[in-house]
C-alpha cells in the first residue's frame, strides 16, 4: 500500500483548508455587513490572496490592485471584510470596526465643558 510522502500531506492538508476557509466566506458572504464597519478599501491586494491568490488580481504600475471583474466580483469580495472577526488582513486592510454601541454616548469635549 502506498502513502503519500508528509510534505504532500501537508501540503494537501493546506489546500484543503484553505477551501474550507474560502467556501465558509461565501456562506457568510450572504449575511449582512457589520454595523460598526468604517474605512475603504486601500487597494492593498492582500485579501484578495486568501487563502490564494485570485486569477482576477491586478496591479498597476504604482503597485496598487485592482479586480479584473469588479463589477461581476462575487459577494464575499463585495462585503470582505464582513466582521472584524472575519477580517484576516487587518495590518494592511483600510477597513476598521467600531463598537456601535459606544457610538453617541461620548461628547466632544467643547460640549462637556459648557462649550
Same mark, same amino acid.
Given at each position: 500500500?502506498?502513502?503519500?510522502?508528509?510534505?504532500?500531506?501537508?501540503?494537501?492538508?493546506?489546500?484543503?483548508?484553505?477551501?474550507?476557509?474560502? %467556501?465558509?466566506?461565501?456562506?457568510?458572504?450572504?449575511? /449582512?455587513?457589520?454595523? !460598526?464597519?468604517?474605512?475603504?478599501?486601500?487597494? @492593498? +491586494?492582500?485579501?484578495?490572496?486568501?487563502?490564494?491568490?485570485?486569477?482576477?488580481?491586478?496591479?498597476?504600475?504604482?503597485?496598487?490592485?485592482?479586480?479584473?471583474?469588479?463589477? %461581476?466580483?462575487?459577494?464575499?469580495?463585495?462585503?470582505? /471584510?464582513?466582521?472584524? !472577526?472575519?477580517?484576516?488582513?487587518?495590518?494592511? @486592510? +483600510?477597513?476598521?470596526?467600531?463598537?456601535?454601541?459606544?457610538?453617541?454616548?461620548?461628547?466632544?469635549?467643547?460640549?462637556?465643558?459648557?462649550?
Amino acid at each position: 500500500m502506498q502513502t503519500t510522502p508528509p510534505n504532500r500531506r501537508k501540503t494537501l492538508l493546506e489546500v484543503a483548508a484553505g477551501l474550507g476557509r474560502k %467556501a465558509q466566506r461565501f456562506a457568510t458572504s450572504f449575511l /449582512p455587513v457589520d454595523a !460598526g464597519r468604517r474605512g475603504d478599501c486601500n487597494r @492593498c +491586494g492582500e485579501c484578495c490572496k486568501l487563502p490564494y491568490p485570485c486569477p482576477f488580481l491586478r496591479y498597476d504600475a504604482e503597485g496598487l490592485s485592482s479586480c479584473a471583474v469588479y463589477h %461581476a466580483r462575487p459577494p464575499s469580495c463585495r462585503k470582505y /471584510p464582513r466582521t472584524s !472577526g472575519e477580517n484576516l488582513t487587518p495590518a494592511t @486592510c +483600510g477597513y476598521y470596526f467600531v463598537n456601535v454601541t459606544d457610538i453617541g454616548r461620548a461628547q466632544p469635549a467643547t460640549e462637556q465643558a459648557g462649550g
